[in-house]
C-alpha cells in the first residue's frame, strides 16, 4: 500500500494515491481505485474499511454490487495486534512405557500487541503441556517467546503422534496445532539354557541345576514376574523371587532344578512371563531322564530250606542287587507266614548303591510239622518291580520223624537161684540197654545191649548188637550176639556167637507179641583145671520162640517169652516172665526163668528182685505207629558137652 514515505515498492494495485494525510494510525485520502483490492497490498494488521471481497477482488457499494471504477476519498484505521509463531512439530526422546520425557514448545508473540494464550490442549493423552505455574491464559509481550513444557508419557510400545491446539487471541490465527510425536520404548526378551535344556540322568530324590540366561535386548527395563513350569520335575530354585528385573542390554541367570518324582522320560516347558509386549510368555523346552534302580534277586538253594524240625530253625540267605542306574531304597520286607521270619535287626529304609548287593537272612522256624510255603515282599523304589516277591519253601516232618523216641535203660537184679543145674545159689546181674532211631523217616534203629551175670561157680557177659526195621503195626529185626562164660575149675573161659532174627505185632497201646529164632555160628570150648585135663566143648542152642508184653492195672505190665531150644540132640524148652510196676522213669520188677542160658538135662532157674532206671519200650509206648521200638533179643543159650 502507498505511504507518504515512498518507500513501499510493492505493486499498487489499487492505483495511484492523489492525497494521502495520516494522523496516528487513521489514514484519509483520494486514489484513483481499479477495483481490484488484494490483501498482499496491505501491511498485516490494515483493515480494509469499504465493502469488498478479497476473494473475487471487488469493490462492493452497499448492496453488494460492484462499482465502477472511480475516483475515490478513503479513509482506513490501522490497529495494534498481537501475532503468534509456534513451531510446526515438536519430537520426544525415547520413554519406556509408563516414563514420562519432557520437550519444550516455545510460542512467540510476532505482533504488536500482547498474545494471550488461553490454552493448549492435546488429542492424545500420552502427550500433555504442563500448566505455568501462574495457570492460564500466559501473555506474551511483543517480540517476546514463552516456553510451555510438554510431556510425553507413553502407554505402550511404538511410534506415538498427536496433534497440540493452542489456543491464544490472535486475531488472524486463534488457533495453532502442533505435530507431536514420540517413541515409546520396549523389552525385548531373549532365553538360553545350558545344554540346550537336557539335564541329562538324575536319580528320583535327587537334583541337578542348570542356569537358564534371560537377556534384555530392548530398550527398557525387563521385568520376569513368574516362571513356570508344565511339569512338576521342573522348577525354579526355591531362592528365587519375582518380580526379577533385568536392565536394557544386560542379562540374568536363574536356576532351573530337574528334581525327578518318578522314574522315566520326562519333558517340560518354561514359561517366562514377562512385560515385553512381543513376548509376553516365552516358552523354553526342557528335558531330562530320571534314573532308576533295577531290583534283583537270589535266594540260596533256589529258596528251598529242605527239611527243619518243629522247634528248630535253619536260615537262608536272600541276596537283594541292584543292576540299575539309581540307588535302591528298600522301604520293606515282610513275610506272609509267621514261620518264615525276617531279620528284625534291620532299619528301613535300606539303601543298595548301584552295582551292589546286600544280603537278608530268612529264618524258618516252623511251628507244626507239614509243608510250608511263603512269599516274601521286598517293597522298594524300583518302578518296575515295586513289590518284588521270593517264594521259599520247606518241609517240617512229623514229630516222629523230628523226634523220635530214642530208649536207654540200666539195671540190676538179685535173687536166688533152682535147679539141679544151677551154678550156685543165687544170682546177679546188670544190664544196660540202648535204642536210637535212623533213616530219612527215623522207621530204622539201633538197638545195642549189654549184660553181665554172677552166680557162684559161673559167670556170663554177653553184648547184643541189630537192627531193626518198622513197618506200620510190625517191626522186624536182625541181631547178632556174643557171650563170654567163665567157668569155675576151668583153666579159661569161652566166646559163644548167635544171630538172632525177631518178628513182632504191636496193637496200640494194649499188647505186643513177637516170634524169634537164633542160629549159632560160633561154639566154645574149655579146658578143666584138674590133671588129668579134659578138654568140654560148649555148644550154643538153637532157638525158636515167642514173646509178648500185655499192658496191667496199676501201671503195671507183663512181659515175658518162651523159647524151644534144639542143639544135636538135645531139645529143651526155656522161659522167661517178668512182672513191672513203672513209677516215672523207675521199674520195680519180678522176674523168673527157666533153663534161660545154661541148659542140660536136667534144668535150672532162677527168681530175681530188680530195679531199673531209664525208658524201655512198654504198653504205652505202642501208640507209635512209626518209629522202632525196642525189642526182647534173646539171650544165648548153650550147653557143654565132653
Known amino acids: 500500500m502507498p505511504d507518504n514515505a515512498g518507500s513501499y515498492t510493492g505493486q499498487n494495485t489499487l492505483g495511484d494515491y492523489l492525497s494521502l494525510q495520516a494522523s496516528g494510525r487513521d489514514f484519509y485520502g483520494i ?376 530208649f536207654a535203660v540200666v539195671g540190676v537184679d538179685i535173687g536166688p537161684a533152682f535147679g539141679p543145674a544151677r551154678a550156685g545159689d543165687y544170682s546177679f546181674s546188670g544190664y544196660g540197654r540202648f535204642l536210637a532211631p535212623f533213616g530219612t523217616r527215623k522207621t530204622y534203629g539201633v538197638q545195642a545191649q549189654g549184660e553181665y551175670m554172677f552166680e557162684d561157680h559161673r559167670q556170663e557177659g554177653q553184648f547184643d548188637g541189630g537192627l531193626l526195621s518198622r513197618h506200620g503195626w510190625f517191626q522186624v529185626g536182625a541181631f547178632g550176639s556174643f557171650k563170654r562164660v567163665q567157668f569155675d575149675g576151668f583153666q579159661s573161659g569161652t566166646s559163644l556167637g548167635q544171630s538172632a532174627f525177631t518178628a513182632d505185632f504191636l496193637f496200640l497201646h494194649l499188647a505186643r507179641f513177637g516170634a524169634f529164632g537164633t542160629l549159632e555160628f560160633r561154639d566154645g570150648q574149655i579146658l578143666s583145671t584138674p590133671s588129668p585135663q579134659t578138654l568140654f566143648r560148649v555148644r550154643v542152642m538153637n532157638q525158636l520162640g515167642a514173646s509178648g508184653q500185655v499192658q496191667l492195672p496199676l501201671h503195671t505190665y507183663l512181659e515175658g517169652n518162651v523159647e524151644w531150644l534144639h542143639r544135636d540132640s538135645l531139645d529143651r524148652p526155656g522161659a522167661t516172665l517178668r512182672i513191672v510196676h513203672q513209677w516215672h522213669n523207675i521199674g520195680f520188677f519180678v522176674e523168673g526163668n527157666y533153663n534161660e542160658t545154661f541148659v542140660d538135662q536136667h534144668g535150672s532157674g532162677r527168681v530175681v528182685f530188680g530195679v531199673q532206671f531209664g525208658h524201655w519200650p512198654r504198653p504205652r509206648d505202642l501208640e507209635d505207629k512209626r518209629n522202632p521200638l525196642g525189642t526182647d533179643v534173646p539171650r544165648v543159650h548153650y550147653r557143654v558137652v565132653p
Open 31 to 406: 486514489f484513483s481505485a481499479n477495483n481490484t483490492p488484494d490483501p498482499a497490498n496491505f501491511y498485516p494488521g490494515v483493515i480494509f474499511q469499504r465493502n469488498h471481497d478479497f476473494a473475487s477482488k471487488t469493490l462492493k457499494d452497499a448492496a453488494n454490487n460492484p462499482v465502477a471504477v472511480s475516483i475515490d476519498p478513503f479513509f482506513f484505521h490501522v490497529m495494534e495486534s498481537a501475532q503468534i509463531q509456534a513451531p510446526s512439530s515438536i519430537s520426544f526422546p525415547l520413554a519406556c512405557p509408563g516414563a514420562t520425557v519432557q520437550a519444550t514448545l516455545t510460542i512467540c508473540n510476532t505482533g504488536s500487541a500482547d498474545l494471550h494464550v488461553s490454552g493448549i490442549s492435546s488429542a492424545n493423552p500420552q502427550f500433555a503441556v504442563v500448566a505455568p505455574s501462574s495457570g492460564f491464559p500466559v501473555t506474551i509481550a511483543p517480540g517476546a517467546c514463552f516456553p510451555f513444557q510438554a510431556t510425553f508419557t507413553p502407554a505402550g510400545a511404538g511410534p506415538q503422534s498427536a496433534t497440540l491446539t493452542v489456543s491464544s487471541d490472535d486475531p488472524v490465527n486463534p488457533t495453532v496445532t502442533i505435530a507431536a510425536s514420540g517413541t515409546g520404548g520396549a523389552p525385548a526378551i531373549a532365553s538360553l539354557i545350558a545344554n540346550t535344556g537336557d539335564f541329562g540322568e538324575v536319580c528320583p530324590g535327587s537334583f541337578r541345576d542348570l542356569p537358564l540366561t534371560i537377556n534384555n535386548n530392548g530398550t527398557c527395563s525387563l521385568v520376569v514376574t513368574g516362571i513356570s513350569s508344565s511339569s512338576t520335575d521342573f522348577k525354579t530354585a526355591t531362592v528365587v523371587s519375582f518380580p526379577l528385573t533385568v536392565a536394557p542390554g544386560t542379562s540374568l541367570e536363574v536356576p532351573i532344578r530337574f528334581q525327578p518324582s518318578t522314574a522315566g522320560a520326562k519333558a517340560g516347558n518354561l514359561t517366562i512371563n514377562s512385560n515385553d509386549p512381543v513376548k509376553p510368555s516365552a516358552v523354553v523346552p526342557v528335558h531330562g531322564v530320571a534314573g532308576q534302580p533295577a531290583i534283583a534277586t537270589v535266594v540260596a538253594d533256589s529258596g528251598d530250606f529242605g527239611s527243619v524240625c518243629v522247634g528248630r530253625f535253619k536260615d537262608l540267605i536272600v541276596t537283594i542287587a541292584n543292576s540299575g542306574r539309581c540307588p535302591l531304597k528298600i522301604t520293606n520286607i515282610a513275610s506272609n507266614s509267621s514261620e518264615f521270619k525276617v531279620a528284625q535287626v534291620l532299619s528301613y529304609p535300606l539303601t543298595v548303591a548301584q552295582g551292589t548287593a546286600i544280603q537278608v537272612p530268612i529264618r524258618y522256624e516252623p511251628a507244626s510239622p507239614g509243608a510250608k510255603t511263603a512269599a516274601i515282599t521286598i517293597t522298594s523304589d524300583d518302578p518296575a518291580s515295586p513289590s518284588k516277591v521270593v517264594n521259599l519253601k520247606a518241609a517240617t516232618p512229623p514229630e516222629y520223624i523230628c523226634h523220635p523216641p530214642s
